[in-house]
């Protein structure tokens, strides 16, 4: 789910294999943060201390979607960032340093930024009118075959149709053209090699190929859910890829996908990174993302490995890479039904929150505390003053703390 990934999938899809430079590599597999420069100046309202250039939109949409997720109202603020990102068509880019400026020709908007907003700001509320525009700009990209690609006029892929998918859903707007026939169409036959996972895009010979990430997204996306979902019911049929002769329904592309899934990540847990030029190593935000689809598909007990792989080794990762890895394993422990707070004993929400403005909650029961102290403090000396007064000797059991809920 991390934007990165996205990037380095759009640029897998248009450029020769194997010339990605390393930098580009270790920012797509989270192994590197860009960061900012000495004299630049984070925005108050955003999450996240790396340099917001390439995921600003991005990973703030996932913080507050994690955080409204698990009864946290964000800041103020932090939701008003987001929203001053919008430019005037209803399209986000991935970070406008000059929100007040027009957007031109010079700011790339694209469909992922835009959708992960439209989710965030119809969770957060309050900006229904700037979620609504969005969507309207979002819906006049849809490309012919029923997909959206990651950039205007770019061809349709698996990941941006599916995060667009979430973004009407949340919504409750539909598309003009149905993009599930362009899953159908990806999904790869059960008995070819990566059967029931879906391509993020077709190769050049138009035969889709497996793409681990573009399969969580494409189950999600053929359930019509977004980034926040909830365990499904389990289907009665068999956990199994099944091909059809003809085309496949929603429910068989995401059955498929999920029986890709919890095959890839049967024995060891986890999925692995697979980009170009990139180590084979430990995909966390992919295994994460693979848990949301999993669970909501309904197929809580094969998520339950990969989600305890992940309370055993993914709070390094988050740490070392932010917000949007927080919140991504914060909706792994929503849709499985567990416990954000208690994640192998971290508790992310609180990691979370500690990335960006403190939450209105947060803030509300600081100012609570501190105004209790000093109520609490004057009245000690009173009741200490009356007693000297009295010359009775009483000692006094007080406690002008109280136990701060973890949010």
């Known amino acids: 789910m991390t934007v990165l990934r996205r990037i380095a999938g759009v640029l897998a899809a248009t450029a020769v294999i194997g010339t990605a430079t390393p930098a580009t590599t270790a920012l797509a597999t989270g192994t590197a943060s860009p960061s900012p420069s000495a004299s630049a100046v984070l925005p108050s309202g955003l999450y996240g201390g790396s340099d917001p250039r390439f995921d600003g939109v991005w990973r703030q949409s996932l913080a507050l979607l994690a955080q409204r997720a698990v009864g946290v109202t964000p800041a103020v603020k932090a939701v008003d960032w987001l929203a001053g990102q919008q430019c005037a068509n209803g399209s986000f880019a991935a970070f406008r340093a000059e929100p007040t400026a027009a957007c031109d020709a010079k700011v790339i908007v694209d469909t992922n930024s835009t959708a992960a907003a439209v989710q965030a700001l119809k ?6 009118a700037a979620a609504d525009k969005a969507v309207t700009w979002l819906k006049s990209q849809q490309n012919t ?5 990651y950039n205007p006029g770019s061809p349709s892929d698996t990941n941006s149709t599916g995060v667009v998918i979430g973004a009407l859903a949340a919504a409750g707007a539909s598309a003009d053209r ?7 169409k990806w999904s790869v036959a059960c008995d070819e090699d990566g059967g029931g996972a879906l391509a993020y895009q077709p190769d050049k010979q138009g035969k889709p190929a497996a793409n681990a990430d573009a399969t969580a997204a494409g189950v999600l996306g053929a359930l019509g859910k977004g980034f926040v979902a909830t365990a499904g019911k389990a289907p009665a049929k068999d956990r199994a890829c099944a091909d059809s002769d003809k085309t496949l329904t929603r429910e068989e592309v995401a059955r498929n996908g999920a029986a890709y899934l919890a095959g890839a990540m049967s024995k060891t847990g986890h999925l692995v ?11 966390y ?3 994460a993302d693979a848990v949301v689809a999993l ?3 309904g197929w809580t007990e094969q998520a339950q490995k990969p989600y305890a792989w992940l309370e055993a080794h993914a709070a390094p990762w988050a740490e070392q890479s932010g917000p949007a890895a927080y919140a991504e394993l914060i909706l792994a422990a929503h849709a499985m039904g567990a416990d954000p707070r208690d994640f192998g004993g971290t508790n992310l929400v609180t990691a979370l929150n500690a990335t960006g403005p403190a939450p209105r909650a947060a803030a509300a029961k600081h100012a609570e505390k501190h105004a209790e102290g000093k109520k609490s403090g004057n009245s000690v000396w009173w009741i200490v003053g009356t007693g000297l007064v009295a010359g009775i000797g009483i000692g006094f059991l007080f406690s002008g703390r109280r136990k701060q809920q973890q949010l």
């Open 285 to 287: 935000g992919n295994t």
């Open 145 to 149: 075959d029923g997909g959206w690609g």
């Open 273 to 283: 990174s697979t980009l170009p030029g990139a180590a084979s190593q430990p995909d």
């Open 178 to 184: 149905s993009p599930y026939d362009l899953l159908a």
């Open 295 to 297: 669970a909501a598909q």
């Open 123 to 128: 969770a957060a509320g309050g900006h229904d």
